[in-house]
């Protein structure tokens, strides 16, 4: 029962966070959407930012696990980073809560959810060093910082993918696989 509780509190929290943001969510609120009183949240969650971060803990689990189910053993260094990439940003643009809490942090620059954002930022690029201090220990990839490579190659990415869309028609996945080999893998200089 106590467990149930708390499921229904994190759900109706998500539920209000995606619907209002964060700042304009309120303890009442989520207790009258979990239909239990404000005490009972109480009893799991000290305040709302403790809530928030439970909720953002549970956002990287699942984008971990979207990570992973993209990797697959058989394909190169570039392809898994790839399809990682992608699958973790249609994840985060599809997502309604990360949806509205980008939304939030770009009109209001909410402090928490700044904070929340960050560490959805860090989880990608943790994942994406692991993937590549293993290619440079397979030889798939040339010795390398690996965090530094792993902040590049989601900037790149999320420019190619988002800051892109906002003046120019979208491009498809084809086209950004083709970007990422010509500038990253491949280089612009022609070697002679």
């Not at 609120?29 to 009893?43: P, R, S």
């Not at 971060?53 to 697959?72: C, F, P, Q, T």
């Amino acid at each position: 029962m106590r467990m149930d509780r708390k499921q229904s509190i994190l759900e109706a929290a998500i539920k209000s966070f995606s619907l209002f943001g964060y700042k304009a969510t309120t303890m009442d609120q989520i207790a009258k959407l979990a239909n239990v009183g404000k005490g009972t949240i109480y009893t799991f969650y000290a305040n709302k930012e403790e809530l928030f971060s439970e909720i953002i803990a549970g956002i990287l689990h699942e984008m971990r696990s979207v990570a992973d189910s993209s990797y697959n053993p058989e394909l190169s260094f570039f392809e898994n980073a790839h399809q990682a990439l992608t699958s973790l940003l249609e994840y985060r643009n599809k997502h309604q809560l990360t949806v509205k809490l980008l939304q939030e942090k770009n009109e209001l620059g909410t402090r928490v959810v700044d904070q929340g954002l960050s560490r959805v930022e860090q989880m990608i690029i943790n994942y994406i060093k692991e993937r590549i201090e293993a290619a440079i220990k397979k030889g798939e990839i040339k010795n390398c910082d690996p965090e530094v490579t792993a902040f590049i190659l989601l900037k790149l990415y999320v420019a190619l993918v988002v800051d892109w869309e906002k003046n120019h028609p979208p491009l498809s996945k084809d086209d950004i696989a083709n970007l990422f080999q010509l500038y990253f893998m491949n280089g612009l200089s022609v070697k002679g």
